[in-house]
C-alpha cells in the first residue's frame, strides 16, 4: 500500500515520527508521500524524502496561503523540485470554502503552480474544496492531463470530467464516514484511476475518527474503497510493481529514480501500482 497523500512534518508528528514511520511500515505501507502546504512545509518535506527511502515529497502552496506566493517563492519551489525525491506539485487549488485567501489571488497562486508543474513535467496535487467549478474550469483552460484530485469530494460528473482531463481521483478518511456519494461514485471510476491516502494528520478513518491520523491508518480507506466497489472489474489484473519495472524506459528499482521528469512521473505512477497490489 502507499499513501499518496500525508503532511508528516506537521507538529503533530514532532515527537513521534519514527514510531509512525515504524508502524505505516508494519502495517505494509511500502511508500509515503509526504505533501507540502506552504513553504516550511515543503522545505521539511524534502529533506526528510532526502534521508528517508521510502518517503517522498511534493512541494507547493496551498490556497490558503496563496498570498505567499511570489516569484521567489515560485522559484524556491522550483529549486526544491530539483530533488530526485520530489515526484509532484502540490498541494495546490482552491478553496472556496474557508476562503483565507481571496479567490482572484488563490486562482493566481493556482495557475502559477501549474505553470512550474508543466515546465518540470510534474503531475498536480489538486486541492478543491467548494470550488468545483471552478477548479475544473482553471484545469481544462491550463490544459493539465497529469495529477491528482486529492481527497476527493465532489459528484460522479466532476469525476468523469477529471478522469477525461487525465487525472486520478484520490479517496480518503472521509470516505469511511461519509461515503454515500463516494458509493455511488466508485462503480463508475476506473480502478486504475483510484488512488488512496490518510490526508493525515488530519481526517482519521473509521475506526479511528476523531484522533490523530496517520499512514498506517490508509488500510482503512483501502479496505472501504474495495468494499463499495460494487462489482469488481472483469478485466482488473493487477499490476504487480514487478510488471512496471520490467520496462526498459523506467528504472530497475526506487532506489535509481533519478531527476529525469518522465521518471517522475514514473515515480507518481508507481503509488497507483501500489494500490493494486
Ligand atoms: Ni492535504
Same mark, same amino acid.
Request: charge should be positive; proline fraction near 7%.
Given at each position: 500500500?502507499?499513501d499518496?497523500?500525508a503532511?508528516?512534518?506537521?507538529?503533530?508528528?514532532?515527537?513521534?515520527?519514527?514510531a509512525v =514511520? #515504524? &508502524?505505516? !511500515?508494519?502495517?505494509?505501507?511500502?511508500? $509515503?508521500?509526504?505533501? *507540502?502546504?506552504?513553504?516550511?512545509?515543503?522545505?521539511?518535506?524534502?529533506?526528510?524524502?532526502?534521508?528517508?527511502?521510502?518517503?517522498?515529497a511534493a512541494?507547493?502552496?496551498?490556497?490558503?496561503d496563496?498570498?505567499?506566493?511570489?516569484?521567489?517563492?515560485?522559484?524556491?519551489?522550483?529549486?526544491?523540485?530539483?530533488s530526485?525525491?520530489?515526484?509532484?506539485?502540490?498541494?495546490?487549488?482552491?478553496?472556496?470554502y474557508?476562503?483565507?485567501?481571496?479567490?482572484?489571488?488563490?486562482?493566481d497562486?493556482?495557475?502559477?503552480?501549474?505553470?512550474?508543474?508543466?515546465?518540470?513535467?510534474?503531475?498536480?496535487i489538486?486541492?478543491?474544496?467548494?470550488?468545483?467549478?471552478?477548479t475544473?474550469?482553471?484545469?481544462?483552460?491550463?490544459?493539465?492531463?497529469?495529477?491528482?484530485?486529492?481527497?476527493?469530494?465532489?459528484?460522479?460528473? =466532476? #469525476? &468523469?470530467? !477529471?478522469?477525461?482531463?487525465?487525472?486520478? $481521483?484520490?479517496?480518503a *478518511?472521509?470516505?469511511?464516514?461519509?461515503g454515500?456519494?463516494?458509493?455511488?461514485i466508485?462503480?463508475?471510476?476506473p480502478?486504475?484511476?483510484?488512488?488512496?491516502?490518510?490526508?493525515?494528520?488530519?481526517?482519521a478513518?473509521?475506526?479511528?475518527?476523531?484522533?490523530?491520523?496517520?499512514?498506517?491508518?490508509?488500510?482503512?480507506?483501502?479496505?472501504?474503497?474495495?468494499?463499495?466497489?460494487?462489482?469488481?472489474s472483469?478485466?482488473?489484473?493487477?499490476?504487480?510493481?514487478?510488471?512496471?519495472?520490467?520496462?526498459p524506459?523506467?528504472?530497475?528499482?526506487?532506489?535509481?529514480?533519478?531527476?529525469?521528469?518522465?521518471?517522475?512521473?514514473?515515480?507518481?505512477?508507481w503509488?497507483h501500482?501500489?494500490f493494486?497490489?
Open positions: 500500500m502507499i499518496s497523500h503532511h508528516l512534518t506537521v507538529k503533530a508528528y514532532r515527537r513521534d515520527l519514527e =514511520l #515504524a &508502524r505505516a !511500515g508494519a502495517g505494509g505501507v511500502t511508500s $509515503i508521500l509526504t505533501v *507540502g502546504f506552504d513553504m516550511a512545509s515543503s522545505e521539511a518535506g524534502v529533506h526528510l524524502a532526502e534521508k528517508c527511502p521510502d518517503i517522498y512541494v507547493g502552496i496551498h490556497p490558503h496563496a498570498t505567499t506566493l511570489n516569484l521567489d517563492a515560485l522559484g524556491r519551489l522550483e529549486e526544491l523540485a530539483s530526485p525525491k520530489v515526484v509532484a506539485i502540490g498541494e495546490i487549488g482552491l478553496d472556496f474557508r476562503d483565507l485567501s481571496p479567490r482572484r489571488t488563490q486562482e497562486a493556482f495557475r502559477l503552480q501549474i505553470g512550474l508543474a508543466k515546465d518540470l513535467e510534474l503531475p498536480i489538486v486541492h478543491d474544496r467548494d470550488a468545483h467549478q471552478r475544473v474550469q482553471v484545469l481544462r483552460e491550463e490544459s493539465v492531463s497529469c495529477g491528482v484530485l486529492h481527497c476527493f469530494s465532489g459528484d460522479l460528473n =466532476l #469525476a &468523469r470530467q !477529471g478522469i477525461e482531463l487525465g487525472l486520478y $481521483i484520490s479517496f *478518511g472521509p470516505i469511511t464516514f461519509n454515500k456519494k463516494a458509493e455511488e466508485l462503480g463508475h471510476i480502478d486504475e484511476r483510484i488512488l488512496v491516502e490518510t490526508d493525515c494528520p488530519y481526517l478513518p473509521v475506526p479511528n475518527r476523531g484522533k490523530r491520523n496517520e499512514p498506517a491508518y490508509v488500510r482503512y480507506v483501502l479496505e472501504r474503497v474495495r468494499s463499495r466497489k460494487s462489482t469488481p472483469p478485466n482488473r489484473t493487477p499490476a504487480p510493481s514487478s510488471a512496471f519495472l520490467n520496462r524506459a523506467r528504472p530497475p528499482s526506487r532506489s535509481v529514480v533519478t531527476p529525469v521528469a518522465t521518471n517522475r512521473l514514473y515515480a507518481f505512477l503509488w501500482c501500489g493494486l497490489v
